[in-house]
């Protein structure tokens, strides 16, 4: 769990070293074949890395394939995500249908509706799973973690330390797996908090542990994306909340409610099921979009009110700071959610007027 910490406190400091040493990349379709001495930031439909990167690798996709190496840590969020290829140090993912096949150096935690781990997959420390169906068929080198509701260990998987599950039912395990340390089923995770193991704790600290980091790095880039592929967009798009804070989150507001009541209405009837899915998939996107332009506002608030710069004048390591600092209010009780909630809504309201102003220009 050190790497947890260092990675924390690596983005607190904001190394200026990294600053030269880092890639964005978006599109529909994103692949990577050819060897990479950078950090890499990816978001797209479809992400493909078949290459080598020698650095740590950020994604959010649709569908992720990893096939190729990564010298460090490797975080994705994603729809369907397949690794195969060498994670070097430590692997975290949160997906609907999550496959591990390749190497991972460290530790793996993962998150997500089916959890498969195939048997050529070989984890060199501890793994912690969390999901609906986890299929577990490799190799661990210390403790294994696992919390779903149907869980099976296949043939001649190895596990190093202890065996740990969360489930309403026993595990199905092969006669053949070998286990070092002691195997503990916990039929009611949460029975007794004073009498939750270090086992249970460890799984617990994993999950929330994976679960924060990936939504830090969506969000990082998602705004970064934002920001460096559509420069002029997001610049207009500070300006104009800058100009009139009040309007857009207002706009925000009301968008945000009325545009699912809409799209539930239109699909009650069967001629309006059409736009009743427009609708549906357009506020999922404004939702999206509208989180980006979160991490946005929040380093040009850094940018205006902290270093006395322009609104408009700032970079990547603004927006990481920006969204660390945005998490570190959303943990305050009460006022930061509504805090966190007013500044997203005010990026939704002033999202959806771009982009009706794109789609519908004045004559």
């Known amino acids: 769990m050190k790497k947890y910490l260092g ?11 990294v600053a030269g040493a880092t890639q964005f990349q978006g599109g529909e379709t ?3 074949n050819e060897t990479i001495r950078e950090n890499v930031y990816i978001s797209g439909g479809t992400v493909n890395i078949a ?21 460090k840590d490797v975080v994705v969020v994603g729809g369907t995500v397949i690794i195969t290829g060498t994670v070097n140090e430590d692997l975290r993912v949160l997906g609907g249908n999550v496959t591990v096949g390749g190497k991972v150096g460290h530790e793996l935690a993962a998150a997500g509706g089916n959890i498969n781990v195939m048997s050529s997959a070989a984890i060199g420390d501890g793994a ?4 609906g169906n986890i299929s577990m068929n490799g190799s661990v080198g210390m403790d294994l973690v696992l919390a779903g509701s149907e869980i099976a260990i296949g043939n001649g998987v190895k596990v190093g330390g202890n065996f740990d599950y969360y489930s309403q039912k026993e595990a199905k395990v092969d006669a053949s797996v070998k286990i070092s340390g002691i195997t503990t089923f916990h039929q009611q995770a949460v029975k007794n908090q004073h009498q939750t193991g270090k086992a249970g704790f460890l799984g617990m ?4 542990t994976i679960w924060g980091l990936l939504g830090l790095a969506a969000a990082v880039i998602l705004a970064c994306l934002l920001f460096y592929i559509w420069r002029r967009e ?12 009040g309007k857009e989150l207002l706009r925000g507001f009301i968008t945000f409610f009325i545009l699912p009541i809409a799209a539930i209405i239109c699909c009650i009837t069967v001629i309006g099921l059409p ?22 506002l929040w380093a040009a608030l850094l940018a205006k009110f902290v270093f006395k710069r322009k609104a408009t004048d700032i970079n990547w390591w603004l927006i990481i700071l920006a969204v660390i600092v945005l998490s570190i209010i959303k943990a305050i009780p009460f006022v930061g959610c509504i805090i966190g909630c007013l500044v ?12 009706y102003k794109k789609l519908m220009p004045r004559k």
Not at 7 to 17: S, W
Request: proline share 2%; glycine share 14%; aromatic share 16%.
């Open 275 to 296: 736009l009743g899915f427009f609708l549906g998939f357009a506020f999922w996107a404004l939702f999206i979009l509208g989180a980006a332009a979160t991490g946005l």
């Open 205 to 208: 600290f994993a999950f929330m």
């Open 7 to 17: 990675l924390f406190v690596g983005l607190a400091l904001l190394v200026p070293a």
């Open 51 to 71: 290459g080598t990167i020698e650095g740590d690798l950020y994604v959010a996709g649709g569908t992720v394939n990893i096939l190729g190496t990564v010298s």
């Open 234 to 245: 997001s610049e207009e798009l500070i300006e104009t909340v800058f100009a009139a804070p």
């Open 344 to 355: 997203f809504l005010t990026g939704f309201g002033v999202m959806s007027n771009m982009i």
């Open 30 to 32: 994103v692949a990577f």
């Open 128 to 131: 912690y799973i969390a999901g």
